[in-house]
């Protein structure tokens, strides 16, 4: 999920503001907005939705401190998004705005991006620490049957 969200923020609003002059700018950001529904909302909502399920079924050698923090990090960034980059898409999406109102709008998203980016590279961060401390366990366990059936 990172990685497209980092995308979007560092890569797709910037481009935009080469099209704010295009006389329809409005009706390309909801065409595109539509798009954007499958590859990144409900991918973070499915990855919030499945590391609440680690919470109860936690791998034995993962701090479930860990998975609780990593959970309310992803609340964190689907609460800014809902309560910052969603109007301020909403807005966009809007008809009417000079290349004047739409830059600043387009400032005001990049810079609430980043209040996803941090939390969003250290649950990516964490996610891999967790799946390496997992593997490794059970890479243990193999070579441990291994040795047994040897002797």
């Not at 919470?55 to 309310?72: D, H």
């Not at 209040?115 to 997992?134: E, K, N, S, T, Y």
Request: with cysteine; aromatic share 8%; proline share 7%.
């Amino acid at each position: 999920m990172t990685g497209i969200g980092l995308f979007e923020g560092h890569v797709t609003y910037p481009s935009w503001y080469n099209l704010i002059a295009i006389d329809d700018f409005a009706a390309y950001h909801a065409d595109f907005g539509k798009r954007l529904i499958p590859w990144l909302p409900v991918p973070l909502l499915a990855a919030t939705a499945l590391n609440g399920l680690l919470i109860r079924w936690c791998p034995t050698r993962v701090p479930r401190g860990l998975v609780v923090a990593t959970f309310a990090a992803q609340l964190a960034i689907c609460g800014v998004t809902a309560a910052m980059a969603l109007p301020l898409q909403a807005q966009l999406d809007a008809p009417g705005h000079s290349p004047d109102e739409i830059a600043e709008l387009l400032d005001r998203l990049s810079r609430m991006s980043v209040l996803r980016d941090v939390p969003g590279i250290g649950v990516a961060a964490a996610f891999v620490w967790m799946l390496q401390r997992q593997l490794a366990a059970g890479s243990d366990r193999v070579e441990r049957n291994r040795t047994l059936r040897r002797r």
